[in-house]
């Protein structure tokens, strides 16, 4: 790994919560929080993929980088591909970074730990996950649990994503958090894949990687954000921030970080 790029896509089609990349977190937007994030992790540039001119302007606002994609993606991987086409033409960053825009208390520590796995060259994809704490989720279908071989200290090789209780038997349940760190190759092939049979069952893309054989290992974090898709998420998230407010201090990033 040389030089990572950062990338969150973000647009506005939430149903649940419309408006969401631009929903107020104490006085900024939430894509606005995210990108502060990503930055703060200090791994390499980071832009916001949109197909928003208000997402757009947001960002660009308070001096981040943004960039405008086309409005037809199907899904974050592909906008994220078009942005690094865009943004890095000659294919300097050999590894992209996929950070959720709903994901406001993610980290930067854990965006950092993201690209651990991509150290081993036979890995082509990273990931985390964090351990089920909470009975509700480990059978929680919204809560996609990551099944895995130790491959390292706090690192799993991903044989199996699911929305079921999985595996079976005594021992650690993963939740798995939605951020990917993509060898570039391994993006250029990924969104050239149709979709896969048990991706389409399970509503989880990340399966379409492993259906055609590419490696997926994940770090184990300990702090498990959580998204935002609702008006409760938003509220959860607000209080999380404002009671991390005073022990964090995510200062202002440079103009065109």
Known sequence: ????????PAR????????????????????????R??????????????????????????????????VDHPSGSDRIKEAADILGPQRRHDVIVNVQGDFPTLEPVA???????????????????????????????????????????G???ALYFTRATAPYGDGPLYHHVGIYAYRRAALDRFVSLPQSTLEK????????ALED???????????????????PDLDRARAVLQESAPREAVKPARAGA
Not at 61 to 69: F, P
Not at 115 to 141: C, F, S
């Open 213 to 231: 054989g590419m490696r997926i290992d994940a770090m184990i974090i300990d702090h498990v954000p959580r998204g935002v898709d609702t008006p």
């Open 37 to 70: 994030r990503a930055v703060a992790a200090g791994i390499g540039p980071v832009a916001v993929a949109t197909d928003s001119a208000d997402i757009l302007a947001a960002v660009e606002a308070v001096g981040g980088r943004a960039v405008m994609t086309s």
């Open 155 to 157: 690192r799993l090789r």
């Open 111 to 153: 965006i950092a730990a993201a690209i651990t796995p991509l150290a081993d060259r036979n890995v082509d994809i990273a990931t985390l996950v964090g351990l089920i704490a909470d009975e509700e989720e480990k059978v929680a279908p919204s809560v996609v649990k990551l099944v895995g071989s130790p491959v390292a200290p």
């Open 1 to 8: 790994m040389s030089d990572p790029l950062i990338l969150i």
């Open 201 to 208: 069952r399970e509503s989880l893309e990340q399966l379409r």
């Open 12 to 35: 506005m089609k939430a149903t649940r919560l419309p408006g969401k990349p631009l929903a107020d977190i104490h006085g900024e937007p939430m894509i606005v929080r995210v990108w």
